[in-house]
């Protein structure tokens, strides 16, 4: 989407514990992005280091847990770059759901990312 928009951004995504690290998206999670034109199975899993509160200009975390767990080991000259995704509601995990939750999670991200790319555009 940013590219679409002429937008030069780095963006990169990863979790705040280490379950996952080297692994792909969830196979759900794939094949709800592919259906709608988006390859995702080319992403690896990698946790959250402090170094990303120097290496990127926005953190956003999915929800307030998160975001708290950010807030806790930000230094204190980059909390005005962690915001929560979308803006004062979580995403919430569709983990444990079905096939709709992963369809209603993809809507929220795609509506999220036009919001925020609106902003820095």
Do not use: N, W
Request: glycine share 10%; charged share 25%; with cysteine.
């Amino acid at each position: 989407m940013a590219a679409e928009r002429g937008l030069g951004l780095h963006i990169d995504s990863c979790g705040t514990h280490g379950y996952h690290i080297g692994e792909p998206p969830d196979s759900r999670t794939i094949s709800t992005a592919k259906a709608r034109g988006i390859d995702l199975s080319y992403l690896r899993a990698r946790k959250f280091t402090p170094a990303d509160f120097e290496d990127f200009d926005l953190l956003l975390a999915m929800d307030s847990g998160h975001l708290e767990l950010m807030r806790r080991i930000c230094p204190p000259e980059y909390t005005s770059k962690v915001a929560l995704f979308l803006g004062d509601e979580d995403v919430p995990d569709p983990y444990y759901g079905g096939q709709s939750d992963f369809d209603h999670v993809y809507d929220l991200c795609f509506h999220g990312c036009q919001a925020m790319l609106d902003k820095i555009a």
